[in-house]
């Protein structure tokens, strides 16, 4: 049974950073792509970044490019977001999701990850 268990989130004020964590159990980690998404009050799920099975390889939503960074850490099976020039619009609940074999319907498509945290809330104060 895979396992994602998000850390990290918080409060912090327009400008700040935060890093999220991501730690995985259950399966080779290292074998898997690895994404995060995000949902604010009243909005559907977004594509915030996705990593590819090499740290070499990422996928960034245009809200976030620039701000963001995603990493792995295959040796500690954990995933990372440093969040970096926060805005208020950044608020939601950040969510670690992996697929079952590969993202078949693409990286950015929440139908690809049949495997999802709990989910840890940031806040961005203006």
């Known amino acids: 049974q895979v396992q994602l268990v998000e850390s990290g989130g918080g409060l912090v004020q327009a400008g700040g950073s935060l890093r999220l964590s991501c730690a995985a159990s259950?399966?080779?980690?290292?074998?898997?792509?690895m994404a995060w998404f995000r949902q604010a009050p009243g909005k559907e799920r977004e594509f915030v970044a996705a990593?590819?099975?090499?740290?070499?390889?990422?996928y960034y939503a245009d809200s976030v490019k620039g701000r963001f960074t995603i990493s792995r850490d295959n040796a500690k099976k954990a995933m990372y977001l440093q969040m970096n020039s926060l805005k208020p619009e950044d608020t939601a609940v950040y969510y670690c999701a992996a697929p079952r074999t590969s993202p078949s319907l693409g990286y950015y498509s929440d139908f690809s990850y049949e495997y999802w945290g709990q989910g840890t809330q940031v806040t961005v104060s203006s």
């Open positions: 259950g399966r080779t980690f290292s074998s898997y792509a």
């Open positions: 990593i590819g099975l090499i740290s070499g390889t990422t």
